[in-house]
Each structure stands twice: as structure tokens, then as C-alpha cells.
């Protein structure tokens, strides 16, 4: 048996002025736009959870397919010769999909350490609760802040094989140009051996995808509306909430799923001491959810300098985590 390490905390960088400086560039852009990371305060946590729940959205019971009936598959692809390793997972969240690879790690008493990386304090917290209570042998250090700048912390803290998981279709949240910067980056901090285990929501009927971003019940236009009442709350901004609609898009040929905000009414916001100007029906780009053919990932990959080992679909194949490795 593994001996019980304390849970550590490492916080990063993520400020109120790195939170107004964003804000305040997208809203001077034309169209205006925001950072979907932003979406994840206290409220958008709970918000997010609640999406998740929807029978509308496919994408975590899809992965969770994955984790929970495949976990030897998921286990057996990212395991070498026994090598100790670090667990590395970017944007944890409520570790919901993670916990079954984390727990069939942990039984087989496999030498590694999980450290999630999240944005949000308020989840990491959660986390250390829920595994010093669900599973107190699991060694856990959180890493609070950006992904790459809590990539870098870990690779200070430890010179182990490192095994990165970016779930949940959460390269959809970049456009193309985007993932493809993204993935490089990835790989230009990681070493020989190590992999990145990341999921690819995949297209299909796009009556199916766009429903899933479009509920009935209002739960992700409450989603996005949060993060104007946040920047209230937190920039002493002064939007009129009821002054704006969600909007949803999907276009299945490009595979993007983008959300907007449209400005109801011509009006002026505030943040602070400066003056943003909205017309009527102008748009403000809120976050996209790309999906992706298989040819788009092996492209990704192969760009991005590394080896696809292996793919692991769900069941009904509308979700797929690609397992690649740096060689």
C-alpha cells in the first residue's frame, strides 16, 4: 500500500486585474468577446454541474461510458513498465470521469500522483474533500491557476513521467487555429514517453449537438448569463442582465458549436471608469464548442508532433478519448 500524503495546494497567477484586463480587451473587440474560463465562479460551478445533469447533454455520459466500463483499456494505455508517474488532469472539475481510472490506480497499487489543475479554488477545495474522504491512499496535489502555468509548477514539483488528461471535449472549447497552438504548446513542455490522453467530442446529427447547448430549460443560457452578473459582482460592471439573450449556432460542416449573447436593446456598460457601447441585437462571442471527424484529430496529432497509441470510443461512438504519446 501507498503511505497517505497530505493534499497540497499550489496557487497560481489568476488575478481580479488578469480578470478585468480580459474582459476589458474582448469587450473592445470587434465582434466583442469574452473568456469562457471565466465562466467558472461559485455560481457557474454549480450552474455547470447542472448541464451536466441534462438529458439534453450527451457529452459526460458519454465519456463517463468510457471511464466507467473501460477503465483496464484507459489503464492498460497509459501505463510503462510500471514507471511511477504523475497524473496530470487540466480542468478537473469535480474529477467526476477521472475518479474510476483514479480508484482502479489506486487498488492496483500503481505508484503515481493525481494533480488537478482547475481555475476555480472553490473546486479544487471540493476535491480534497471528497478524496480524503472516497479515497484518502490517493496522493493528491492541486494546482490552481492557468493550465500551462500550474503545467510548468508540476514539473517542478516532480521529474516523473508525466500523464496529462484534457477530458471532456475541452479542446472544443479553442477554434481550430487554437487547438492546433494549444497542442503544440502541450507538447513542447512535455518529455519523451509521456502522453496526453485527451477527449474529442465527435460530429454526428446536429440536431443532437445543438440541443445539447440549447436546453429547454434555460440552464445554459443561465450559464452564460452568469458571467455577466460576475463581472458586476467582481469589475463593478452594471449590465442589465434582462438586456441579453443566449443564442446558440451549429455549423456541422466546420464542426463549430458557438454560443452568443445578443444585445436586446442599443445601451452603454460600465466597468469601472470606462464605457462600452452595445447596439441593438450586436453579439458578443461567449465561447465554442468544436467537434470533430477522426481525419481532424490524426491531423491534430500528426501537426502537433505526437503518436496516436490508442482511441477508446463510447458506446454509441459520439465520443472518442485519443491517446497519444510523445516519441
Known amino acids: 500500500m501507498k503511505p ?17 484586463s480580459d474582459v476589458v480587451e474582448g469587450l473592445k473587440k470587434s465582434p466583442k468577446k469574452l473568456l469562457s474560463k471565466y465562466f467558472y465562479d461559485e455560481a457557474g ?27 483496464e483499456l484507459l489503464a492498460k494505455s497509459i501505463l510503462i513498465d510500471n514507471e511511477p508517474f504523475d497524473l496530470i488532469e487540466l480542468g ?10 483514479l480508484e482502479h490506480l489506486t487498488t492496483k497499487n500503481i505508484d503515481f500522483t493525481y494533480m488537478p489543475i ?9 476535491l480534497n474533500e471528497k478524496f480524503s474522504r472516497d479515497l484518502p491512499e490517493l496522493q493528491v496535489i492541486t494546482l490552481e491557476g492557468d493550465y500551462f502555468d500550474m503545467l510548468d509548477r508540476a514539473i517542478t514539483i516532480s521529474q516523473r513521467r508525466k500523464v496529462v488528461l484534457f477530458l ?21 513542455k512535455l518529455n519523451r514517453g509521456d502522453i496526453l490522453l485527451i477527449g474529442f467530442d465527435l460530429k454526428k446529427n446536429p440536431q443532437t449537438i ?16 452568469n458571467l455577466l452578473i460576475r463581472m458586476n459582482r467582481e469589475l463593478e460592471a452594471d449590465f442589465d442582465v434582462l438586456n441579453y439573450q443566449h443564442y446558440q449556432t451549429y455549423d456541422p460542416i466546420s464542426g463549430a458549436c458557438k454560443s452568443y449573447l445578443v444585445s436586446l436593446a442599443e445601451q452603454n456598460v460600465h466597468i469601472g471608469n470606462q464605457i462600452f457601447s452595445f447596439e441593438e441585437n450586436e453579439l458578443i462571442d ?40 510523445v516519441l
Request: proline share 1%; charged share 30%.
Open 286 to 325: 461567449m465561447e465554442i464548442s468544436q467537434k470533430f471527424s477522426q481525419v481532424d484529430i490524426t491531423k491534430l496529432a500528426r501537426d502537433s508532433k505526437f503518436h496516436i497509441i490508442d482511441e477508446i470510443a463510447d458506446s454509441k461512438t459520439w465520443f472518442v478519448d485519443s491517446i497519444w504519446q
Open 210 to 225: 445543438l440541443d445539447a447547448y440549447n436546453d429547454e430549460a434555460g440552464i445554459t443560457s443561465s450559464f452564460n448569463l
Open 118 to 126: 482547475d481555475i476555480s479554488g472553490h473546486i479544487l477545495e471540493e
Open 168 to 188: 471532456g471535449g475541452n479542446i472544443g472549447n479553442m477554434d481550430l487555429e487554437e487547438s492546433y497552438h494549444f497542442c503544440r504548446e502541450l507538447r513542447r
Open 92 to 101: 478537473a472539475g469535480d474529477a467526476m470521469k477521472s475518479s474510476y481510472l
Open 4 to 20: 497517505q500524503l497530505d493534499t497540497e495546494q499550489y496557487i497560481g497567477t489568476v488575478t481580479n486585474d488578469d480578470f478585468r
Open 45 to 71: 460551478d454549480r450552474l455547470f454541474q447542472q448541464i451536466m445533469d441534462m438529458p439534453e447533454y450527451y457529452l459526460t455520459n458519454c465519456e463517463l461510458d468510457i471511464f466507467k466500463n473501460k477503465t
